[in-house]
């Protein structure tokens, strides 16, 4: 099965960048654009790619053991934004800002303890939607930039899921494999 680890959003949270998302989505209404279904929304820590159904469980204990030790993270999103760049995007996100050293360390621990290392630095950002072709990448451009100062709140994330994502004519479909509680060390 294909599997990612991530961090789930609160309702608020979800919603406000849903908000932001419809804003974009309808001043672009011509760009060319997948937009994420709101209620998939997450914060990847690391996509796993294709995992044999035999080693998901060694994969959930593994995972359980990388974030034994890690405390619930204090998180905010704010801000729109595209990868590699809003002017020649692939990626549509929101972006974090607070708690990023933690979750950066986070990131890195499971890069350490699940097989395949990540290539590239971690990036914090939530996926709102993945730009198809060129078409209409101007007016996506401005729609961004005139979305993107938005602050969507701020959450504690409590745990990590190791998600299963199916591809669907419709778009990826996540189902929680897994859920792992960020404890750490108690006093």
């Known amino acids: 099965m294909r599997c990612f680890v991530a961090v789930d959003l609160t ?6 960048i849903a908000r932001a998302q419809t804003r ?6 011509q760009a060319d654009v997948r937009w994420v279904d709101p209620t998939q929304f997450h914060l990847t820590l690391k996509f796993l790619g294709a995992v044999p159904d035999e080693r998901v469980p060694a994969m959930a204990a ?5 974030v034994a030790d890690t405390r619930p993270l204090g998180l905010a999103a704010a801000g729109l934004g595209g990868f590699p760049s809003l002017k020649s995007a692939r990626v549509l996100w929101a972006g974090i800002t607070a708690g990023v050293p933690e979750l ?11 097989a395949p290392p990540e290539s590239r630095p971690f990036q914090g950002h939530l ?13 996506l451009a401005a729609a961004v930039e005139a ?5 969507f709140g701020s959450w504690t994330a409590s745990e990590v899921v190791l998600y299963e994502s199916r591809l669907k004519p419709t778009g990826a479909v996540y189902t929680p494999v897994s859920r792992h509680p960020l404890w750490g060390v108690r006093a």
């Open 104 to 114: 950066a360390r986070l990131a890195a621990s499971l890069d350490r303890a699940l």
């Open 127 to 139: 996926t709102i939607g993945r730009v198809r072709s060129p078409r209409g990448g101007r007016v």
């Open 11 to 16: 309702t608020d949270v979800r919603a406000a």
């Open 24 to 29: 974009v989505r309808t001043a672009a209404a």
């Open 62 to 66: 593994a995972l359980g053991a990388a």
């Open 147 to 151: 979305a993107g100062a938005s602050a």
